[in-house]
């Protein structure tokens, strides 16, 4: 037969404030029971209500209740310890770090479970128990365990926020509707969650969606650059091969030429070679036939003179035999000419199409990589401009703070090496590196916006001073009827018309080597066109005008 005791529950011999075995137990008037110390310091906490309640079923006592020790009691915990029946506390039921401790609990704490927005009190599963077997706590409002109640109850009347004010989107407590929110839309917390979630839902679709456009886009772009890498790669292979060969060719012509030249100068040489030989051959017969005449014109005997003339040679008449005209000044200075003339056009047929070449390039390459922004997005970047009136052409007025330039009548602006002299153009005082984002507008006939170096030109009329006409800048043309671009060499007309909003945003991403034009509307931005290059200096943002009353505006962006 088993012990008596062994039959007992250890848990029967808690105390429900420390959680551990009953130390000098004590029973109160409404039969729990708790430590003679434990029960003392919770009554403690209430002297100042002179109420005292039990912390299990909350009955009341009035005045405080003499405590006197429950010997029977005291007596079989004592057994219990003796028989060693003590039920363990897993470990995991204590609080750790991050965990919410009960409120009740003293010595080690234990894990809150619940939280009740009625006492501002959290609760392990012990201590909880009162909530749910005593009438007392039926109206008290339980949730997920907190250590933040105070974020939950109302900062000025102490009460539980149940209600959701719908006119200030705050959550408020009962009294809160009488009071300041007195006449507004206001429903339970549930209600106005089930709301508030039927928009989270539509938002979360919107979401959904907008991953699944991104993800598919993103799956797009990297298919596009890794077909644009393919392309990159055979194309350079093309160009290596087209330039060596065209390498090859022009050595095959120069060799052709030098062989030319030496053929010539080799054929000429033994002509006049043998010319000279024969020369010498006839000058040296000449000169002994001088000698003889020369011999007998000094002899004395008259016979022997006469008989000796007769058997010399007859003089040579003059002119006769083979003449050779020779230049005072001999050389091949038109091959030199030619061959001069010939590398002029070939360098002006290169720069030709190596323009033709660096667009074709720059519209094939943007293209593939494109990827679409919003307004919004571009704000982030927005940067605030003003005019530099040391740059301004002397028909150009700025006005608005520096902010507006206005082709009119003559200004009168003092000499300055920074100024335009010739074209109808301003820079602005900032260079631009990073990501920038700006927006112009533009009024009248016609404006040019772009971007450039500031070593562009200034003086003369030459192409070097022209915004888009050389390779330190890149411009966007504006006119009542077409948008086209310009960098070095005219580019095509684009296809988007001004019609409507004349607002051009401008996007530089420096690092990334792109310049984005774009047409900005109530719509949004539409894509104009972008330059691609590797910018090597900071870029500053330049205006022509060049119609009267034409004007450009800088526009104030938030």
Not at 332 to 351: A, F, I, P, T, W
Not at 377 to 386: A, M, N, R
Request: glycine share 6%; charged share 25%; proline share 4%.
């Amino acid at each position: 037969m088993a012990e008596p005791s062994s039959a007992l529950d250890p848990n029967q011999f808690r105390c429900q404030i420390c959680l551990d075995q009953l130390k000098d137990p004590v029973t109160i008037g409404c039969g729990h029971s708790y430590c003679m110390s434990c029960i003392k310091s919770c009554w403690d906490q209430e002297d100042h209500l002179a109420v005292y309640s039990c912390p299990q079923c909350r009955q009341t006592f009035i005045p405080r209740p003499v405590l006197n020790r429950n010997t029977i009691l005291a007596e079989v915990v004592e057994k219990l310890k003796k028989t060693g029946l003590q039920a363990a506390t897993p470990a995991d039921h204590y609080a750790g770090p991050g965990d919410v401790e009960c409120d009740v609990c003293t010595g080690r704490k234990h894990k809150a479970v619940k939280s009740c927005l009625v006492c501002l009190a959290s609760y392990c599963e012990t201590h909880l128990q009162p909530h749910y077997e005593s009438p007392a706590f039926k109206k008290h409002k339980l949730t997920d365990v907190t250590g933040r109640l105070q974020d939950k109850v109302c900062s000025q009347h102490d009460r539980p926020l149940e209600v959701y004010c719908c006119t200030d989107q705050q959550c408020i407590c009962y009294l809160c509707t009488m009071d300041e929110h007195r006449g507004h839309y206001t429903v339970s917390a549930a209600a106005g969650r089930a709301k508030i979630q039927k928009q989270m839902r539509e938002t979360h679709k919107k979401f959904q969606q907008r991953i699944q456009m991104r993800e598919k886009e993103l799956q797009e772009l990297r298919e596009a650059v890794g077909s644009f890498r393919r392309s990159a790669q055979s194309a350079v292979q093309d160009s290596e091969r087209i330039f060596t060969e065209m390498i090859r060719s022009i050595e095959r012509r120069r060799s052709e030429v030098t062989k030319l030249i030496r053929n010539q100068l080799k054929g000429a040489v033994s002509q006049a070679e043998r010319d000279m030989e024969r020369m010498k051959q006839e000058i040296y017969e000449l000169k002994r036939r001088h000698s003889e005449l020369e011999q007998l014109s000094h002899t004395e005997d008259h016979i022997h003179f006469l008989k000796s003339f007769q058997g010399l040679p007859v003089v040579p008449e003059a002119g006769s035999g083979p003449r050779i005209s020779v230049y005072p000044r001999c050389s091949l200075e038109n091959v030199r000419k030619v061959v001069s003339e010939l590398k002029d056009q070939l360098g002006n047929v290169s720069k030709k199409k190596m323009a033709e070449i660096h667009h074709t390039v720059t519209k094939d390459t943007i293209l593939p990589v494109l990827v679409t922004r919003t307004r919004a997005e571009f704000l982030q970047y927005s940067c605030q401009l003003t005019l530099d009136p040391n740059t301004a052409y002397t028909y150009l007025s700025l006005s608005r703070g520096n902010r507006k330039v206005t082709h009119g009548t003559k200004q009168p602006y003092p000499d300055h090496p920074e100024r335009f002299d010739y074209w109808n153009q301003v820079l602005c005082r900032e260079s631009l590196t990073g990501c920038c984002y700006w927006e112009a507008e533009w009024s009248g006939g016609g404006a040019l916006i772009g971007m450039t170096y500031k070593g562009i030109g200034r003086k003369g009329d030459s192409a070097d001073c022209v915004l888009g006409a050389n390779d330190k800048s890149w411009m966007l043309r504006c006119t009542p009827d077409s948008y086209s671009v310009c960098h070095i060499a005219e580019q095509p007309v684009i296809s988007i018309k001004p019609s409507g909003s004349r607002r051009v945003g401008v996007y530089l991403d420096w690092a990334a080597g792109t310049l984005s034009f774009y047409r900005v509307s109530s719509d949004g931005l539409t894509l104009l066109y972008s330059f691609t290059s590797s910018f090597t200096e900071p870029l500053c943002p330049g205006f022509g005008v060049s119609y009267g009353n034409s004007s450009v505006s800088l526009c104030m962006l938030g």
